[in-house]
């Protein structure tokens, strides 16, 4: 491995938060810093208080809509997967560099580069691991053609493949719902509930997002009296723009480990306005899990949108 590629796992920083870790674990490669904190802010001064911000949290559907916006326009985009052993060394890795082209209603993807390399494939060529099978269903199907018009917390799924989907869809999109079907956790992803409320502190700050943009942050933390058993969403943060009150970001943690789960998951999600619409720009994902009649998995992500067009 070379010099440069042990410096772009390792020089790692994250969006919203410093993660401080006692051991060795795989990272995101992620190096793009977008928003600075300004300060800490007194939010009632600014005539707001932490219900108008769980409100707007729950109420949101612009991520969601934001992946339905990609299929209107044209962009050049880059994927850099990777997934590690047990021992969290780098064993696989995909790399994909292409444009997205939308002309007359029709998608087309042109691949710019494409580089696979280690233990990523089964025999049957399709992925390893779930984990890397369920976000390129998230990413690729909105890729070629865009998601429908049903809801992002969906009905009943036709088949346990798409349910599992389905609970994937609701963590990105839709996170602090409750998220049905998932032994031990399920009750604890509804963290705005009356008795998962005391469970959490609230806090808020100003910021910058891309230079320009002037953001609060509110985040949901873990109070540190709270078990660790009863949570499984340790932070949710949400950025607003200051001016409209739109979500432009959302980072969460989730970790939660019993006899049956181990799971230690952090995502990262931003939107940038192109033509009046929100879209993605960047999203990041670090994930160790382990459940019941999956093997380990392990693996992170970094997903970029740039130079839309019409």
């Given at each position: 491995?070379n ?32 928003i ?25 559907t ?13 962009f ?22 292409f ?36 976000f ?22 036709d ?8 609970k994937?869809?609701?963590?990105i ?17 509804e963290?705005?509930s ?28 873990q ?8 949570v499984?969403?340790k932070?949710?943060t ?10 432009l970001?959302?980072?969460v ?12 998951i ?8 192109f ?12 994930g160790?899990?382990?459940?019941p ?18």
């Open positions: 491995m010099k440069k590629l042990i410096l772009f796992l390792f020089f790692i920083t994250t969006t919203y938060c410093s993660i401080a870790q006692q051991e060795q674990k795989p990272f995101n490669p992620d190096t793009i810093k977008t600075v904190i300004d300060s800490v802010v007194n939010i009632r001064s600014h005539k707001l208080n932490a219900q108008d911000f769980i409100d707007a949290v729950l109420a949101d612009g991520f969601f809509q934001a992946f339905r916006n990609m299929k209107k326009y044209s050049i985009g880059e994927n850099y997967i990777y997934t590690y052993d047990k021992n969290n060394k780098v064993n696989g890795k995909v790399y994909r560099k444009n997205r082209i939308e002309a007359g209603g029709k998608q087309t993807i042109q691949y710019i580069s494409k580089r696979d390399s280690g233990n990523v494939y089964k025999k049957d060529g399709k992925y390893q691991l779930y984990t890397v099978n369920m390129d269903y998230i990413f690729m199907n909105a890729y070629k053609t865009g998601y429908g018009s049903g809801s992002m917390i969906s009905g009943k799924p088949s346990k493949d798409q349910s599992y989907k389905d994937l869809k609701v963590l999109f839709a996170p602090g719902h409750r998220v049905d079907g998932i032994p031990f956790i399920s009750n604890k992803t963290i705005f009356p008795d998962m409320r005391p469970l959490y502190d609230y806090q808020f700050a100003r910021g910058t997002y891309l230079d320009s943009i002037p953001v609060y942050r509110f985040r949901v933390v109070k540190a009296s709270t078990s660790n058993g009863d499984v969403i932070e949710l949400t950025i607003f723009d200051m001016r409209t009150f739109q979500i970001g959302r980072y943690n989730l970790q939660y480990h019993n006899l049956f789960v181990d799971l230690d952090r995502m990262n999600m931003e939107l940038i306005k033509n009046g619409d929100l879209v993605p720009a960047k999203v990041t994902y670090q160790d899990w382990n459940i009649f999956h093997k380990d998995e392990k693996a992170s992500f970094l997903i970029v949108q740039k130079e839309y067009s019409k």
